[in-house]
């Protein structure tokens, strides 16, 4: 519910008379800087149901009154859902910051109301003035009369008996002066006002707007296979592969799910080119029984509208994706427009290509890497005929049960299309999630963000160091969080760090600890658990690519002999679905640690009533050494008034439960920690409240 506002001040703005003449931008509280702001809300910020949104501006005015700043929420039906106060930040800078929290998905707009505080005002120089025995009478009267008339506004029956009792006392010559100015600020009347603030000279900023989606659209943890290795058979005699299908991809579903994942994400599942076919290890000559990269798509077979004929048909397409929604695992599918030569788009529509000046249709390159077996499409020749193939290809596999698409390199194609694209689609249906692959410029990723995209790869695969973590989080869950939502894959099929190479298993449960805590959405590829860590040389990928060849992996062999990571992982995912604060982008804090290997953080969240459960508040710290070869020690120094504290315990402690261990501690401001990469790298405090 919106918070109760007085009409003591009523809101006034630049005399009216003076607006169409002057053309004023200030109001008369100057409000400026608002955020989430795209481009001047052009384009509208993100937002997840039930997620907090940070809301920022910097309001100011003349003379010395007392400001207040509030957020307003308006719902898409036009009404005012939420009135959030902002508190100043950063001191002399005029900077106000604080939280709105959509209940449901929507067109939602926000804006800033600036204000004179009339209580504070009063306050404040009735005890300056006061104590020094100056307009004594005067200011006991003004605080007399502001209250008298606040209760007779007070939207409540306690507030008003309050005011009024207040400024009674105020009015009383024959009390004591200290006893009347007590009255009038004591914790009842403050308390009063916080609920009920005596505003004058509102001023609001322009209204911005907020696309509010769905839980899939910002939180998420992804696990990718093959489903051509799930159940992938080679002959021990001939040692030639048998290919898995979507049948027996159907096996490998409750152990992705019992590990706590929400999407399954299939690289492409279409036919796969036969000319300029890879062979192992990205090899430019393939055996007869090489089964090709899935991302050189087409064939006589068919196109993006196609099933590869060794997964099975649609119907078994549907089985799969039936099987995978009643685990409550949701299937992305990936959306990778580009062709194998022998596509049938090649032939049918060469337009749709880039001819060279010898008539060859150009492959496609990422120097130094060269994909000779894709030809990359070009938008430039005939952009509606190409953009509406594609869209048609989306709702087709919309219609077999799609509702989220990884979008394979789309920076390699004009933004325009994206916003195009996405736009139709969400406009019929908005519960399509698009995922943005794309590790490239800044001002591109930001703008496909800005597009559509709910959400994008990022740079967290490389950012590894204290120092570089720190500076990330704050990025991504401040400064780009409205329109940029990362998704922490800790490895793909094309990236194998050098980090995750040559840090052991260590390197990979401390990966897994950042990206599942550091972000609402994580994923994962298939092997991570069994710490494949070995690469092609020279390269960031791992050797005897999956891309080119099929995998037998053994998961349940290696969780047997105590060889995988699948248990971590598991546990991981269900400290992210008991604590909602872990699925907020925006609520992270960074502390201090006196060791230069070992980051801290916290995420905090505020869980307003509901029917039948109360208020609460849910706060996770995070200490963790991120180097994977060596133990840590030293001291934590944590910010308290971020992790919504409302009191300590006599000695300055507080209580936290550790959530690997189960172990328990009183911490307090200060703390020790020791922090073993080989053992447990990390410490995931739970607030006890």
């Known amino acids: 519910m919106p918070a109760a506002t007085s009409k003591i001040g009523a809101a006034k703005q630049v005399p009216e008379k003076l607006n169409p003449a002057e053309g004023l931008r200030f109001g008369r509280i100057p409000i400026t800087n608002v955020q989430p702001v795209l481009e001047g809300g052009k384009f509208a910020a993100k937002g997840v149901r039930g997620a907090d949104v940070l809301v920022s501006a910097v309001v100011f005015r003349e003379g010395h009154d007392v400001l207040g700043a509030t957020a307003v929420l308006i719902a898409p039906d036009g009404t005012v859902a939420q009135r959030s106060k902002l508190t100043p930040r950063g001191k002399g800078s005029d900077a106000w910051e604080g939280?709105?929290?959509?209940?449901?998905?929507?067109?939602?707009?926000?804006?800033?109301?600036?204000?004179?505080?009339?209580?504070?005002?009063?306050?404040?120089?009735?005890?300056?003035?006061?104590?020094?025995?100056?307009?004594?009478?005067?200011?006991?009267?003004?605080?007399?009369?502001?209250?008298?008339?606040?209760?007779?506004?007070?939207?409540?029956?306690?507030?008003?008996?309050?005011?009024?009792?207040?400024?009674?006392?105020?009015?009383?010559?024959?009390?004591?002066?200290?006893?009347?100015?007590?009255?009038?600020?004591?914790?009842?009347?403050?308390?009063?006002?916080?609920?009920?603030?005596?505003?004058?000279?509102?001023?609001?900023?322009?209204?911005?707007?907020?696309?509010?989606?769905?839980?899939?659209?910002?939180?998420?943890?992804?696990?990718?296979?093959?489903?051509?290795?799930?159940?992938?058979?080679?002959?021990?005699?001939?040692?030639?592969?048998?290919s898995g299908n979507f049948q027996t991809a159907t096996h490998r579903l409750p152990a992705v799910a019992a590990m706590g994942f929400d999407v399954l994400y299939l690289p492409p599942i279409h036919p796969i080119g036969f000319v300029n076919r890879k062979g192992p290890n990205n090899t430019l000559t393939a055996g007869p029984?090489?089964?090709?990269?899935?991302?050189?798509?087409?064939?006589?077979?068919?196109?993006?509208?196609?099933?590869?004929?060794?997964?099975?048909?649609?119907?078994?397409?549907?089985?799969?994706?039936?099987?995978?929604?009643?685990?409550?695992?949701?299937?992305?599918?990936?959306?990778?427009?580009?062709?194998?030569?022998?596509?049938?788009?090649?032939?049918?529509?060469?337009?749709?290509?880039?001819?060279?000046?010898?008539?060859?249709?150009?492959?496609?390159?990422?120097?130094?890497?060269?994909y000779q077996d894709i030809y990359p499409l070009n938008f430039d020749n005939d952009p509606a005929g190409l953009s509406h193939e594609i869209l048609r290809i989306v709702r087709l596999w919309i219609d077999h049960g799609v509702r989220i698409f990884r979008v394979d390199n789309p920076h390699t194609k004009p933004v325009w299309f994206w916003e195009w694209l996405i736009g139709k689609i969400n406009a019929e249906r908005p519960d399509v999630v698009f995922l943005a692959e794309a590790f490239t410029r800044p001002a591109m990723m930001a703008a496909l963000g800005r597009a559509g995209f709910q959400q994008s790869y990022s740079y967290f695969t490389w950012r590894n160091t204290k120092e570089e973590l720190e500076e990330y989080l704050v990025h991504v869950s401040r400064e780009s969080a409205g329109y940029f939502r990362p998704n922490f894959f800790v490895n793909t099929p094309d990236i194998l760090t050098e980090y995750l190479q040559f840090g052991g298993p260590a390197a990979f449960k401390i990966r897994a600890i950042l990206a599942a805590l550091g972000s609402p959405l994580w994923g994962m590829y298939a092997g991570y658990e069994l710490f494949e860590h070995v690469a092609r040389p020279g390269s960031e990928e791992n050797i005897d690519n999956e891309k080119y060849e099929y995998k037998d992996r053994d998961f349940a062999k290696a969780e047997a002999h105590g060889k995988s990571l699948a248990p971590f992982v598991t546990k991981l995912n269900s400290i992210r679905r008991a604590h909602p604060a872990l699925l907020d982008l925006q609520n992270l804090t960074l502390h201090e640690s006196s060791d230069d290997a070992?980051?801290?953080?916290?995420?905090?969240?505020?869980?307003?009533?509901?029917?039948?459960?109360?208020?609460?508040?849910?706060?996770?710290?995070?200490?963790?050494?991120?180097?994977?070869?060596?133990?840590?020690?030293?001291?934590?120094?944590?910010?308290?008034?971020?992790?919504?504290?409302?009191?300590?315990?006599?000695?300055?402690?507080?209580?936290?439960?550790?959530?690997?261990t189960g172990a328990t501690w009183n911490w307090g401001k200060k703390n020790y920690f020791r922090l073993d990469a080989h053992l447990e790298p990390a410490h995931i405090l739970h607030i006890r409240r």
């Open 289 to 370: 029984g090489d089964p090709g990269s899935p991302w050189a798509i087409g064939s006589a077979a068919g196109g993006h509208d196609a099933i590869h004929p060794d997964l099975g048909t649609f119907d078994d397409f549907d089985a799969f994706v039936a099987a995978a929604n009643e685990l409550e695992l949701e299937i992305a599918l990936d959306l990778a427009l580009q062709c194998a030569p022998d596509h049938p788009w090649a032939t049918e529509h060469p337009e749709w290509f880039t001819t060279r000046v010898d008539g060859t249709i150009a492959y496609a390159e990422n120097p130094p890497k060269k």
């Open 99 to 242: 939280v709105i929290t959509p209940g449901f998905e929507g067109d939602w707009t926000f804006l800033v109301e600036g204000w004179t505080d009339l209580y504070a005002t009063w306050a404040h120089n009735a005890q300056v003035k006061i104590n020094a025995d100056v307009d004594v009478d005067v200011m006991l009267a003004e605080g007399a009369q502001l209250l008298g008339k606040a209760a007779q506004e007070a939207p409540g029956a306690a507030e008003a008996t309050v005011f009024k009792h207040a400024a009674h006392m105020l009015a009383d010559a024959s009390l004591n002066v200290n006893d009347r100015l007590a009255a009038g600020t004591g914790a009842a009347v403050r308390a009063a006002v916080e609920h009920f603030p005596l505003r004058d000279l509102v001023t609001s900023s322009e209204a911005y707007p907020l696309k509010v989606e769905r839980d899939a659209a910002g939180r998420g943890a992804w696990y990718e296979f093959f489903p051509r290795s799930e159940g992938a058979a080679r002959h021990p005699e001939t040692g030639e592969w048998t």
């Open 598 to 660: 070992t980051l801290v953080f916290s995420k905090h969240k505020h869980i307003a009533a509901t029917d039948g459960a109360p208020a609460r508040k849910d706060t996770i710290i995070v200490v963790i050494n991120v180097d994977p070869h060596s133990m840590r020690e030293g001291a934590v120094t944590l910010n308290l008034d971020a992790l919504g504290l409302d009191g300590l315990a006599p000695d300055g402690t507080f209580i936290v439960d550790e959530l690997i």
